[in-house]
């Protein structure tokens, strides 16, 4: 098969994932409440972002004997992280049959400058991004399908509010520009002219868009969701709370519905305790700072 | 084909609780047929002549369609005659029994369906091969499910490596893979004329 064919392939199963909830889980135990809560992906690792903030030092990609725990347990895609420019991880990810591989700023940078080149996989790669040139800089390698780069393990949305709200307007910037200002803007974001193009004729990033880090509760998910998210990430906030079961449907009945506020009301009733969380101010280490 | 004036009486509407439905609505808007989003029990207030079942997670979709109260008035619909598409996700919906899955959904189809019967992701492919009535069409098959068994009074429309991947029950088409993905809307367009439009016809005549 080409290796435009496989990008293709890549980028259809990431729209085969939007309006869901792909939740980070440690166990196989976990896997199958998120399953059965109605996830629509799961992000198999180690420790969730939290533990990882606790724990510091340097953190890797997950026992791949754990993974393979994960995807014996569930029916559903299953996702694991690989660090920054950590391209061996990727191919004993790939090497599993992982379905999606995270190349993850949650995990410790392998490489303080280049990313993985993701065009020498057949598995599908999703990247975090703060801004169109983050987003695009990854699609360029790459990448099949963005999601935000929000703190993760911190219970905080203003992070992820903040990459969706500036790449929309970016995207907006671009849509409204004569096409003889689109040569410069793409030197601008160290991205080619036809990604801009493309952006400019669409009016959309050419792949997926998810929401990630910081997504705590049901209205932080269609907070998200309202702000154009295609789908949403859910790290720490399920199984760091009281009720994760619960939460966790909660949730995706939110992603679904995102606009009906009566039902999100009802959805957020006796949730029990939600994450702790930290500020943003009150952290030490930016994990979203990590790869540019 | 472009705008065809003479399907704007048509309104399908296309379950939107997870998945590729934007796709779908796509499609058929090309096809000049009015469409809405289901995402909820009071969407299935308005008069519609058929039903979309889209691509996605098909464990995600089947417990949305029951939380939302959604699953038991759609499933009367179809059983009833609602002339129903469902693409991938959509097809597990619509099987009578699953071979590697202890959950059945509207069981509407007499059919026996194997899950990711191509495997993880690294299995999904691209291919061209025939549809019966269409000619050969493009097939975008991401983690899919195949037919692996059809009851005597199922047609089969199309098949890949010998494994049937279309079929039509009465009025229910269901597809192993995406007509949603490409550009080429003859399979819209089939189910449409084929289906959609027939029904009607026939239902007038009845009444």
Redesign the interface.
């Given at each position: 098969m080409s290796t435009e064919n496989r990008y293709e392939l890549n980028k259809n199963l990431a729209q085969m994932l939007k309006g869901g909830v792909i939740m980070d889980v440690t166990t196989p135990e976990q896997a199958k409440i998120a399953e059965a809560a109605g996830a629509a992906a799961v992000m198999a690792l180690e420790r969730i972002p939290a533990d990882i903030r606790a724990a510091g030092g340097v953190s890797r990609m997950s026992d791949p004997k754990m993974i393979k725990g994960i995807q014996d347990a569930v029916s559903i895609p299953v996702m694991a992280k690989c660090r920054i420019g950590h391209f061996v991880e990727a191919q004993l990810l790939e090497a599993i049959e992982i379905d999606y591989i995270d190349e993850s700023e949650v995990l410790s940078p392998a490489d303080d400058i280049f990313h993985i080149n993701k065009h020498e996989f057949k598995v599908p790669f999703v990247c975090g991004a703060r801004d169109l040139g983050e987003a695009l800089r990854r699609i360029e390698e790459g990448a099949s399908m963005i999601r935000t780069k929000g703190e993760p393990g911190t219970g905080d949305i203003v992070q992820a509010v903040r990459h969706i709200r500036l790449m929309n307007q970016e995207i907006a910037r671009i849509t409204s520009m004569r096409e003889d200002e689109l040569f410069n803007r793409a030197k601008e974001l160290q991205v080619s002219y036809e990604l801009v193009r493309y952006v400019h004729d669409h009016k959309r990033l050419p792949v997926v868009n998810f929401a990630a880090g910081g997504v705590a509760t049901p209205a932080d998910a269609a907070l998200m969701m309202q702000l154009g998210a295609e789908g949403v990430f859910v790290g720490s906030g399920i199984f760091k709370s009281g009720n994760p079961a619960k939460r966790a449907a909660a949730i995706v009945q939110a992603v679904t519905n995102y606009t009906d506020a009566k039902l999100i009301a009802k959805l957020s009733e006796d949730l029990g305790e939600a994450m702790v969380g930290i500020n943003e101010n009150e952290i030490a280490l930016l994990m979203a700072e990590r790869g540019k | 084909m472009g705008e065809d004036k003479t399907n704007n009486h048509i309104k399908i509407g296309v379950l939107?609780?997870?998945?590729?439905?934007?796709?779908h609505r796509t499609m058929l808007e090309k096809l000049g047929v009015e469409t809405f989003e289901i995402?909820?029990l009071r969407d299935l207030e308005q008069d519609f002549d058929g039903l979309i079942l889209p691509?996605?997670?098909s464990?995600?979709q089947g417990?949305?369609l029951h939380?939302?109260g959604l699953f038991e008035p759609l499933r009367e619909r179809i059983e009833s005659g609602l002339p129903t598409l469902g693409t991938?996700?959509g097809l597990i919906l619509l099987a009578e029994k699953l071979s590697n899955?202890g959950h059945t959904y509207f069981a509407t189809t007499p059919v026996t369906v194997e899950?990711?019967a191509y495997?993880?992701?690294?299995g999904?492919?691209?291919t061209e091969e025939n549809f019966e009535g269409i000619g050969k069409i493009p097939m975008?098959f991401?983690?899919a499910p195949l037919i692996q068994r059809a009851s005597q009074d199922v047609q089969i429309l199309a098949t890949v490596q010998n494994q049937i991947v279309a079929v039509r029950y009465k009025n229910q088409l269901a597809i192993s893979f995406?007509p949603e993905?490409n550009s080429d809307l003859r399979v819209h367009q089939y189910f449409v004329e084929e289906i959609v439009k027939a029904n009607q016809i026939q239902a007038k005549k009845a009444a």
């Amino acid at each position: 098969m080409s290796t435009e064919n496989r990008y293709e392939l890549n980028k259809n199963l990431a729209q085969m994932l939007k309006g869901g909830v792909i939740m980070d889980v440690t166990t196989p135990e976990q896997a199958k409440i998120a399953e059965a809560a109605g996830a629509a992906a799961v992000m198999a690792l180690e420790r969730i972002p939290a533990d990882i903030r606790a724990a510091g030092g340097v953190s890797r990609m997950s026992d791949p004997k754990m993974i393979k725990g994960i995807q014996d347990a569930v029916s559903i895609p299953v996702m694991a992280k690989c660090r920054i420019g950590h391209f061996v991880e990727a191919q004993l990810l790939e090497a599993i049959e992982i379905d999606y591989i995270d190349e993850s700023e949650v995990l410790s940078p392998a490489d303080d400058i280049f990313h993985i080149n993701k065009h020498e996989f057949k598995v599908p790669f999703v990247c975090g991004a703060r801004d169109l040139g983050e987003a695009l800089r990854r699609i360029e390698e790459g990448a099949s399908m963005i999601r935000t780069k929000g703190e993760p393990g911190t219970g905080d949305i203003v992070q992820a509010v903040r990459h969706i709200r500036l790449m929309n307007q970016e995207i907006a910037r671009i849509t409204s520009m004569r096409e003889d200002e689109l040569f410069n803007r793409a030197k601008e974001l160290q991205v080619s002219y036809e990604l801009v193009r493309y952006v400019h004729d669409h009016k959309r990033l050419p792949v997926v868009n998810f929401a990630a880090g910081g997504v705590a509760t049901p209205a932080d998910a269609a907070l998200m969701m309202q702000l154009g998210a295609e789908g949403v990430f859910v790290g720490s906030g399920i199984f760091k709370s009281g009720n994760p079961a619960k939460r966790a449907a909660a949730i995706v009945q939110a992603v679904t519905n995102y606009t009906d506020a009566k039902l999100i009301a009802k959805l957020s009733e006796d949730l029990g305790e939600a994450m702790v969380g930290i500020n943003e101010n009150e952290i030490a280490l930016l994990m979203a700072e990590r790869g540019k | 084909m472009g705008e065809d004036k003479t399907n704007n009486h048509i309104k399908i509407g296309v379950l939107a609780v997870q998945g590729a439905f934007a796709e779908h609505r796509t499609m058929l808007e090309k096809l000049g047929v009015e469409t809405f989003e289901i995402r909820q029990l009071r969407d299935l207030e308005q008069d519609f002549d058929g039903l979309i079942l889209p691509g996605g997670e098909s464990t995600v979709q089947g417990k949305l369609l029951h939380d939302l109260g959604l699953f038991e008035p759609l499933r009367e619909r179809i059983e009833s005659g609602l002339p129903t598409l469902g693409t991938c996700a959509g097809l597990i919906l619509l099987a009578e029994k699953l071979s590697n899955d202890g959950h059945t959904y509207f069981a509407t189809t007499p059919v026996t369906v194997e899950r990711n019967a191509y495997g993880r992701q690294l299995g999904s492919f691209y291919t061209e091969e025939n549809f019966e009535g269409i000619g050969k069409i493009p097939m975008t098959f991401i983690r899919a499910p195949l037919i692996q068994r059809a009851s005597q009074d199922v047609q089969i429309l199309a098949t890949v490596q010998n494994q049937i991947v279309a079929v039509r029950y009465k009025n229910q088409l269901a597809i192993s893979f995406h007509p949603e993905l490409n550009s080429d809307l003859r399979v819209h367009q089939y189910f449409v004329e084929e289906i959609v439009k027939a029904n009607q016809i026939q239902a007038k005549k009845a009444a």
